[in-house]
């Protein structure tokens, strides 16, 4: 979630309306529309609009937030250092976790908040890709080459680790079926497993 104060909202708006204006202003319909629906101009009325749900979202979330923890002020600190532009430093002073403390603080107040307001906000958290994930979606090439190169190194072993994975055949069946410890067979599925991480280029 991306830390913003009200400054980062009113770029948004082409001009600011206040109750007093409306007292003392002309009176001319044209003075209040809303701007966005004049022909060329009807996306950035939509931006707009997008702007305006996410700031009333935004405000209901920390105001729920903000309800939840009013009696922690480690809490309301971390709330003030994501959502407004004070710094780490002066919001884990205020929190009274400042100097090696803040790190704690970082990781076990904020982290966590921040997740909750994503929760909160509906955002999605992307998670990583794994081999499998692809694999199950129909790329097998990478595997298959891999069993390729390695029965061409006479690995056979690794040949058949990797051809279990593919059956997602289970660990004890293959430890079975080799005639292996446990432990040689927990190395071959590990370093399988490794390899078709940089096979199919995920980092994670």
Known sequence: M???GSSHYKKFYRREMYLEDLATRSGDPDEFIIDGYEGRFYT???EYSRHVDLRIDLERAIQHIAEKYMHSLTHLAALCYITTCVGPDDAAAIAGRSGT???WWLTRIVKPMREELADLLGIFRR???QWQDKFLAGNEI???RLVDQYEA???KRMAATLKSLASHESYKTLCQRLDLPKSTV???RRNAHIALKEAYGCTA
């Open 2 to 4: 991306y830390r913003s």
């Open 142 to 144: 990478p595997l298959w």
């Open 101 to 103: 403390k803040k790190s």
């Open 44 to 46: 950035g009325h939509s």
């Open 127 to 129: 998670q990583p890709v």
């Open 186 to 188: 927990h190395m071959l």
């Open 153 to 155: 190194k006479d690995n």
